[in-house]
């Protein structure tokens, strides 16, 4: 009897299943990697003309440009400002009774030539460092005859025989060869000085010692002058002796409104 070969089903099936398996890992790794890769050709698919606009995305917001420091002002020197009419402009200031006698003495021993001496210096120095020629003159002064300037002003101070008795006055002489120009003189030492020390005009007690004073018949008669008693001895003590300063400042404003008019 003739033997049939026997059939290898089982090993066929294997072969297959094995192919089968590497087809699928291949496929796999195609469908990794272009998954990897973007999927390219998925953005070329036509679009639905119903789907909303996509969202775009948003901007990234700029910061704002820094503000640069503004540069340092350089310092600018200060140049004193001087009166432009300062210039060879010539000033005589008297210091009353100074080099000649002690003036008025209150009875505690003030002695009016000091009180007339410190503030005198103080003004020849402010209109010095405006630009000036001011100098300081004595009471009998070797320089007065004949005496030439754009003004003359003498510094005197009122007695301690009233105690209660507060003010100022200013006087030209009356005999002047100038008068109008004189006048401008005093009005302007009184409007200042008024301004710089508060103290009110005291005209009642004007005596013939200043509108007849002896310096002014010296002086050159185009020569303006002027005589101010700057206060009494008693009631403004505390400004003729603690605020001399400022008692100069009236003065010496007094005479550059004159000369700058």
């Known amino acids: 009897m003739k033997r ?13 299943a094995a192919g089968l398996f590497v087809v699928t890992l291949v496929v796999g790794v195609i469908y990794v990697t272009w998954l990897a890769l973007g999927a390219p050709g ?16 948003p901007t990234r917001t700029l910061r ?3 503000t640069p420091r503004p540069t340092k002002t350089p310092k600018v020197t200060a140049v004193p400002s001087q009166p432009t009419t300062a210039v060879g402009k010539k000033v005589g200031i008297v210091a009353g009774h100074w080099q000649n006698d002690s003036g008025a003495v209150c009875p505690d021993g003030l002695q009016e030539a000091n009180i007339n001496l410190d503030v005198a210096s103080r ?14 003159l004595a009471e009998y002064d070797d320089k007065l005859p004949g005496y030439l300037a754009d003004a003359v002003v003498s510094i005197h101070s009122d007695s301690c025989e009233i105690p209660d008795l507060s003010g100022f006055k200013v ?8 008068p109008e120009i004189e006048d401008r003189l005093v009005n302007c030492l009184i409007v200042e000085y008024r301004q710089a020390t508060g103290l009110t005009v005291d005209k009642d007690t004007i005596t013939f010692d200043m509108t007849g004073y002896h310096a002014f018949k010296e002086i050159d008669p185009q020569t303006p002058g002027a005589i101010i008693e700057m206060g009494f001895m008693a009631a403004d003590r505390s400004l003729l002796t603690e605020r001399s300063y400022e008692v100069a400042q009236g003065i010496a404003r007094g005479i550059a409104c004159f000369l700058e008019e």
């Open 42 to 57: 998925l953005s070329q698919a036509t679009p639905d003309p119903n789907a909303p606009p996509p969202t775009p995305k």
């Open 171 to 178: 006087a030209r002489l009356s005999v002047s060869s100038i």
């Open 64 to 66: 704002p440009t820094r």
């Open 123 to 136: 003004v020849v120095a402010i209109l010095q460092s405006e630009g000036y020629d001011a100098e300081l």
């Open 4 to 16: 049939e070969k026997a059939v290898k089903k089982p090993a066929t099936k294997v072969r297959w």
